[in-house]
Structure formats: structure tokens, C-alpha cells
């Protein structure tokens, strides 16, 4: 079974922090994803990595950036956190081209005082 | 821009039922589409995965099918439970060309399962 990993279930954050979430997948998969999801607004690409050292922008990429060194790893930053990015962030990973279907991680719940 | 739609937005119904989840896109040059489950609180779950060249998939009770021409797919329950009460979410994806691309999802529909 393919299994997605994220560093923490619940982090709590102050203003002007900067914050990283990890996360590991465990099926050597070339594509890596995180979300975010919001009431109303539902789940948007932030950003997306299809090979090591590779990252593109998703949907709402302004106040993130990502870092990809290892396969297995793909770590999202916020530089400086604002309440506006009190959210929960999903993080996926798939191998393709023969169905890229996405396997996701129980997500992290961010919350910025 | 690819819009997916959920149709209902929630939904309740008795236990023993038979249900139909609909799901519309916009952009029909999708390259396959996924159901997914959310319970409260927790990550996506992948219940099925159907390409872009096929016409249904089914795991258990669930049948999902996709008319790609008419940007439709629908996600059939059978003989529900109150443990199928869950948010579905319906996505698709958009092969770039490039590689792959992102999910675009609908904002789902939550059921409720009433025993």
C-alpha cells in the first residue's frame, strides 16, 4: 500500500514565523503535491514537484515555496506565517504516465495567531 | 479553467438505500478523474480511479462511471451504511503535457447515513 507521510497532525504558529511542512512517500513516486483546504472554498494546488529539484506553481502559490532535494521528500515553506494561511494542508504523491493516480496524507492542521 | 461541480451538496438518506453522486467538469480534455472519500478531520481516501478512454469502475458497492463528452461522471452507492457517512469529493485531471498537473476538485457532498 502506498503511504503518505506528514510531519505533524496539528501545529500551532505565531505571526511572522517561518514554518515547514514536511512530507514522505514510500512508493518511489516521481509527483508530489501539496494543497490546502478550505471551508467554502475546498481543496487548491499550491505547488507541485514532478522530479527531484523540480517545482511548479499551483492555483495560490503567493506566500509558499517549496523544496524538493530528495524523491521521497517534498517540504512546503511558509516564510513568514499569516492568519490568512491558518488552514489544512494536504500533501499527495503519484507515479505515472500509466495513471497518476494521487495517494494523499491525513494532512496537517495549521492554525496562525 | 476546469470548474468541477458537485451535485448534491449534501445529502442524507436511510441506511439500505441505493444512491447516485453527480459530478460535472467543464473542460472535457480531462485525462482521468478520481472519487475520493474525507471523513472529518482526516486526508483524502481514493475510492476509484477511472481514465479518460474508459467508461465505469467498480470496487465493492461502489460504480463509479465518467461521460467524457458530456463532462459528467456519477458515483453509485449500493445498499448504503452508516458507515459510508463521509464528505465525497469529486476531481479530475488535466495531463499537461509536461508531466503531471494538479488535481482540480469539486467542493464535494456530504452524506449522512441515518441508521
Known amino acids: 500500500d502506498v503511504k503518505v507521510t506528514q510531519s505533524s497532525r496539528y501545529l500551532v504558529k505565531r505571526t511572522g514565523e517561518k514554518v515547514f511542512l514536511e512530507c514522505v512517500q514510500d512508493m518511489d513516486h516521481e509527483n508530489m503535491f501539496w494543497y490546502r483546504q478550505d471551508p467554502g472554498l475546498g481543496l487548491r494546488l499550491i505547488y507541485f514537484?514532478?522530479?527531484?529539484?523540480?517545482?511548479e506553481k499551483g492555483d495560490i502559490p503567493e506566500g509558499y515555496s517549496v523544496s524538493r532535494e530528495k524523491k521521497e521528500r517534498f517540504s512546503l515553506i511558509l516564510e513568514s506565517a499569516s492568519t490568512n494561511q491558518t488552514s489544512m494542508y494536504l500533501c499527495?504523491?503519484?507515479?505515472?504516465?500509466?495513471?497518476?493516480?494521487?495517494?494523499f496524507g491525513p494532512g496537517t492542521r495549521l492554525t496562525v495567531t | 479553467k476546469q470548474e468541477v461541480t458537485q451535485i448534491p451538496a449534501a445529502l442524507s438518506v436511510p441506511e439500505g438505500e441505493n444512491l447516485v453522486l453527480n459530478c460535472s467538469f467543464t473542460?472535457?480534455?480531462?485525462?482521468?478523474l478520481q472519487w475520493f472519500r474525507q471523513d472529518p478531520g482526516k486526508g483524502l481516501t481514493s475510492l476509484l480511479l477511472i481514465q479518460s478512454s474508459q467508461r465505469e469502475q467498480t470496487s465493492g458497492r461502489l460504480n463509479a462511471s465518467l461521460d467524457k463528452s458530456s463532462g459528467r461522471s456519477t458515483l453509485y452507492i449500493a445498499a448504503s451504511q452508516p458507515g459510508d457517512s463521509a464528505t465525497y469529493l469529486c476531481?479530475?485531471?488535466?495531463?499537461?503535457?509536461?508531466?503531471?498537473?494538479?488535481?482540480?476538485f469539486g467542493k464535494g457532498t456530504h452524506l449522512i447515513i441515518q441508521p
Open positions: 476531481a479530475v485531471l488535466m495531463y499537461s503535457g509536461g508531466g503531471a498537473d494538479g488535481l482540480t
Open positions: 473542460d472535457s480534455a480531462i485525462y482521468n
Open positions: 514537484s514532478y522530479d527531484v529539484k523540480m517545482k
Open positions: 499527495a504523491s503519484s507515479s505515472g504516465p500509466s495513471s497518476y493516480e494521487q495517494y
